[in-house]
């Protein structure tokens, strides 16, 4: 054990050191001097004020006052098409991928409290289906999702075309080959058998490449970049970009971690590919759409900025709160817990901005798809954010462990404030690259209400139901199958959930196809929650 916690600390170490290293580059380079006119940077000249994805009923987009304004607008118009490839490779692939991980996840659910369903095949075991749900969705949906919209925010952000995109569409093929190899080996039986690291090391060598292939156009058009003051979505994608090849490398070294501190390892790989990698990725989009679909910076830069680095500082020893009580020395765990209390400080700088930017904008809500998802989710990271600190507390802990409780909150924070921003982004990005606004409605409606009460259920459910499972565990004198009865309402729920999350999913996919193929008219405005004055009037 002592040579793992060895390695772990000498490689947080190094991490927190390049960070610092960073911090001191940007400090040199005035990154930190600009004030909150830094905030403005997203924004072309002319249109602050403006909302790029109107939700105001017959506001026309800006297009520019004045020459030099509808240079800059039509600038950015080509930055956005020089993504195009990459964007909707890394895109399209994401939403397929949603829809396998959605079909999986519902029969681990329905496995739950129907433990004969299913049986006969001995691939569709609870025990193989579960991994290919988690790894579907977190290597599929999520980080395909995340990639894409990082592509199409990079030029935006540089205000330069992006630089070696082939790079990117490379690296969606061997992602898509090491998703396929290693779905399958699961449920063949091949497997690491760890949690967020099931697939076998050869196939991960995959991942580490096609990840690296995406950080290339990034560093590429960073070198190429227009602009002198990096904006701080640019710190989170670039830092996710870079860190998770790292992480991922390091969790799968083949015969290195074995045994008891495989699972030291597993941990800090595991909540640090949320913390280093698909969480910066949603705060990062989070930080550029808020504004721009408001036409308002952000109320305080300098929040942003240290909400990064703190993030980028505190993070790395997180993950080994989940195995309190596990063959593990004890200061670790404390440090761990310690970290995971001092994260309340980038989540409270980040709720700051995101909510105080929308402080009497809130009836914007009411028409913008993107916007609308992309605060629910931003909403959704300060409440499981402050939940995660709780639950690594021992004395909640002690209750919590080993419960649905932790599903519940996993699914929040993966789900409820990830997956609606890239919801959000992706129906903000589409009609930028296909020219095209998306054909219905009420199909978009639809989407937000079946996996906002698909999401609410799931996460209310299982919370209770995990917090009454955890006291009734301490129990000694409760007989344990009693336990898991009490539990059987609360699956329920969660499958009910599941099934109104998976219909979300389907419409959306039936929208995003409809979208590709250009079906239905093409609108003058974007296509909002609620018909315009003007739709009204005809």
């Known amino acids: 054990m002592t040579p793992t916690i060895a390695i772990l600390l000498i490689i947080t170490f190094v991490l927190s050191t390049v960070g610092l290293l960073l911090l001191i580059w940007s400090i040199a380079n005035n990154q930190f001097s600009h004030g909150q006119a ?24 800006f297009t520019g006052d004045t020459t030099a304004q509808a240079s800059a607008i039509k600038a950015r118009w ?16 994401a939403v397929f991928w949603l829809l396998l991980g959605s079909f999986f996840g519902l029969i681990t659910s329905l496995k739950m409290h129907l433990p004969e369903f299913l049986v006969s095949s001995e691939f569709l075991t609870f025990g193989r289906v579960r ?21 199409f925010l990079i030029p935006r952000l540089f205000k330069t075309s992006l630089a070696g ?32 690291l099931e697939f076998p090391w050869q196939i991960d060598i995959l991942f580490v490449f096609g990840g690296a292939l995406c950080a290339i156009p990034l560093l590429l058009t960073a070198a190429n970049r227009q602009v002198e003051h990096l904006y701080v979505t640019s710190w989170y994608l670039m830092a996710a970009l870079v860190w998770f090849p790292i992480l991922f490398l390091i969790a799968n070294l083949p015969f290195t971690f074995p045994g008891a501190s495989g699972a030291t390892v597993n941990w800090w790989f595991a909540h640090n590919v949320l913390g280093l990698w698909v969480t910066p990725i949603g705060i990062g989009i989070a930080y550029y759409m808020i504004p721009k679909i408001l036409g308002r910076p952000i109320i305080s830069y300098q929040l942003s900025l240290i909400g990064f680095w703190s993030l980028a500082l505190f993070y790395s020893q997180v993950g080994i709160h989940h195995l309190i009580g596990g063959p593990i020395p004890t200061w670790l765990v404390t440090l761990s817990i310690v970290h995971s209390v001092m994260m309340s400080i980038p989540v409270i700088t980040v709720a700051i901005n995101h909510h105080g930017t929308m402080m009497g904008n809130f009836k914007r809500l009411k028409d913008s798809p993107t916007l609308r998802f992309v605060w629910i989710g931003a909403l959704m990271y300060t409440v499981s954010s402050l939940q995660g600190s709780m639950e690594a507390l021992r004395s909640v802990n002690v209750v919590t462990h080993f419960t649905h409780y932790t599903v519940a909150h996993a699914h929040l924070g993966m789900y409820a404030f990830l997956s609606f921003i890239l919801f959000g982004a992706v129906y ?20 937000f209400w079946l996996v906002s009460i698909g999401i609410l259920i799931y996460v209310v459910s299982l919370t209770i139901t ?17 336990i898991v009865r009490m539990t059987i309402p609360g699956l329920q729920a969660r499958t009910l959930g599941g099934i109104l999350m998976t219909a979300g999913h389907l419409v959306f996919a039936a929208h995003f196809v409809a979208m590709l193929m250009h079906r239905g008219a093409s609108n003058e405005q974007p296509t909002l929650f609620r018909p315009t004055a003007k739709e009204t009037a005809q």
């Open 78 to 93: 080509t930055a956005d098409q020089s993504s195009r490839t990459a964007v909707l490779t890394w895109l399209s692939s």
């Open 38 to 61: 830094a905030a403005r940077t997203i924004f072309s000249p002319g249109e602050e004020g403006h909302s790029e994805d109107p939700a105001l009923a017959d506001k026309p987009a």
């Open 131 to 151: 991994p290919v749900h988690l790894n579907a969705v977190t290597y599929g949906w999520a980080s395909m999702a995340g990639i894409g919209a990082a592509l």
């Open 466 to 482: 995990g917090w009454k499972q955890g006291v009734a565990l301490l129990d000694a004198a409760m007989p344990f199958m009693d």
């Open 165 to 196: 995109g082939k790079y990117a569409v490379f690296g969606a093929v061997i992602w898509n080959i090491g998703l396929i190899l290693g779905l399958v080996a699961i449920t063949l039986g091949y497997s690491d058998g760890e949690e967020w």
């Open 428 to 447: 903000f990005i589409m009609p930028r690259l296909t020219n095209w606004e998306w054909p219905w409605r009420r199909m978009i409606s639809l989407h």
